[in-house]
């Protein structure tokens, strides 16, 4: 049985800027798809139970491999998108490449 890879993103939406963060999501979910990711999952925070002010959404892609993941990173598409991620987000978002165990 071969393990899953995926990306994990955790991030803080920018809600001040909905404009951008609907954009963002729009065109990166293309950027993903180009470089195999899919079966994307998203979740958002509905109660925080410890600490304050963290992670209030959380998705999930599948890569093929951990390879293609860092090869969608460093592509042109992904970077294109650098400045409209910085509206869209209250900071910088938190990108996990994972294994199933």
Known sequence: MSNKTCLIVNAVPN?????????????????????????MQRWKTIEQVMRQGGIKAIAVFEFPSAQAIKNMLESIEFNALNDLRKKAYKQEVDLMICETL
């Open 15 to 39: 809600m001040e800027d909905i404009t951008s963060f609907q954009s963002y999501i729009s065109q990166i979910v293309g950027v993903f798809a180009k470089f195999g990711g899919s079966g």
